[in-house]
């Protein structure tokens, strides 16, 4: 599901995890290398006509790996070693962005937030369909929520 349609399913994580998201303009990515093996990679992401873009350097590896296999976990950046921010993890497939427009309106974003922007053709730019979600806060009051299509948002016991 499109970032847009995830975030009006359930703004109880989408709405946390965009705020990290758009303050760190960063997040962590989690792909599949081409032997099973997971790999981790910073990853700057904007939100752009709906979607959540993630853009990538022109053939780097993280692109190699969702180009192959489109699992992917994205994670915001944790600061402290409390969690006092909150974490959330997004479960979703990585959908190779082509459509022209999309891709304008995707350097245009890029643009507005750094004053520069990829040139056409060489990046990566890939919108990611969330599948599932979490979030869980450490700070009081301590909170965990998990959401996917299937059973909706659920607010779960925190851990002892």
Known sequence: MRWNEFADACPEIADPAAQRFRAQELCMLGTLRADGSPRISPCELDFAAGHLILGMMWQSR???????????????????RMGTEGDAKIYARAVDVQDPELRT??????KE????APE?????????????????????????????PSRGTRVLPFPD
């Open 120 to 148: 056409e053709p060489n990046f990566h730019a890939f919108s990611i369909d969330v599948e599932s979600a979490g979030f869980i806060s450490f700070a009081e009051p301590k909170t965990v929520i998990a959401w996917d």
């Open 105 to 110: 309106t995707y350097r245009e974003t890029v």
């Open 113 to 116: 937030r750094i004053d520069w």
């Open 62 to 80: 993280k692109a190699f790996d969702l180009l192959r296999d489109p699992r992917c976990i994205l994670h915001t950046c944790t600061t402290d």
